[in-house]
């Protein structure tokens, strides 16, 4: 093959997708596009599919890592749209981490949360793997994997039990909290530990953290997305947010790392499934 100018491959590849759509119709091309992609490269290739060839098909690598957290933001908060900042990590008081290894995948970020631990904030550690992060942790939750719901549900539990909950708030900025009762009642501390493999005392002094915490921030990726009950994880963990009124203020909220480094700003404008700019979706006739 010999080397085409920029101009030359740009006509041709766009003559070539031309026949294509004028020979079998818009769902014949699909788009595959990265997190790894500026803003504005995510907004155009989601404008070229959707806007202008029209397809179905344009989807991104965010899929595996990101989708059943933004699934789980969406049906807790009602938006794919984490409301916390990096800002956060200066001034809150716990970080909660778990299914990440933040040590090893987000080292530049990690560093930050060793700056603020050096200043008094706890760090509690949830994996199964004695990882870097976990050698940091001031508490590390060696949990049997497959077992981070029964944890998250089992934290609430204790929460409401030693009246650690913010009422106010949940009367305020939530609905559904009449069915926590039943739903959160067989997650005890002790049924937790059989499930989870925890100490007992371990999980609860985890709860007493977060509940003693002004502030707490809990910090999660693959380990709680990419599962089965990816979406229920991130549900539980805004949970906890919510009903300790930890959300949307300082040093507090459910703060999904991505996976790549513009996972976040590429959801942000729609480019996976349906979605569109904005926190817009094609299924919705307004949008």
Avoid at 72 to 85: C, M, R, V
Avoid at 149 to 160: E, I, K, M, P, S
Avoid at 191 to 209: C, M, P, S
Wanted: hydrophobic share 45%; with cysteine; proline share 5%.
């Amino acid at each position: 093959a010999l080397p085409v100018a920029t101009d030359a491959a740009i006509a041709e590849t766009a003559s070539r997708l031309r026949r294509i759509l004028d020979a079998h119709g818009p769902d014949a091309i699909a788009l595959y596009v990265s997190g790894q992609m500026s803003l504005e490269a995510q907004y155009l290739a989601n404008k070229l599919a959707k806007g202008y060839i029209r397809t179905r098909h344009i989807e991104s690598n965010s899929r595996l890592c990101m989708a059943a957290a933004g699934a789980g933001y969406k049906s807790s908060l009602g938006a794919d749209a984490p409301p916390g900042s990096y800002e956060d990590f200066d001034c809150t008081d716990l970080f909660f981490v778990i299914g990440a290894n933040m040590a090893d995948c987000h080292p530049i970020l990690f560093l930050r949360l060793l700056d603020r631990k050096r200043a008094g904030a706890r760090l509690i550690v949830v994996d199964p793997r004695r990882t870097a992060t976990a050698d940091k942790a001031d508490l590390f939750l060696r949990i049997r994997p497959g077992t981070d719901l029964a944890l998250l549900n089992g934290l609430l539990h204790l929460l409401v039990r030693e009246g650690a909950v913010d009422p106010a708030f949940i009367e305020a900025a939530t609905r559904g909290w009449e069915a926590m009762a039943d739903f959160l009642a067989p997650y005890t501390p002790e049924h937790v530990a059989a499930v989870t493999g925890l100490a007992q005392a371990d999980i609860e002094t985890a709860a007493r953290w977060i509940a003693e915490a002004g502030a707490w921030l809990s910090l999660w990726t693959m380990g709680l997305n990419q599962s089965v009950a990816g979406t229920w994880h991130t549900n539980a963990v805004c949970n906890l947010h919510l009903a300790t009124g930890a959300i949307c203020r300082p040093g507090a909220g459910p703060f999904s790392l991505t996976g790549q480094p513009n996972a976040m700003g590429g959801r942000e404008m729609g480019y996976m499934g349906p979605g569109l700019p904005g926190q817009r979706s094609a299924l919705v006739a307004a949008d």
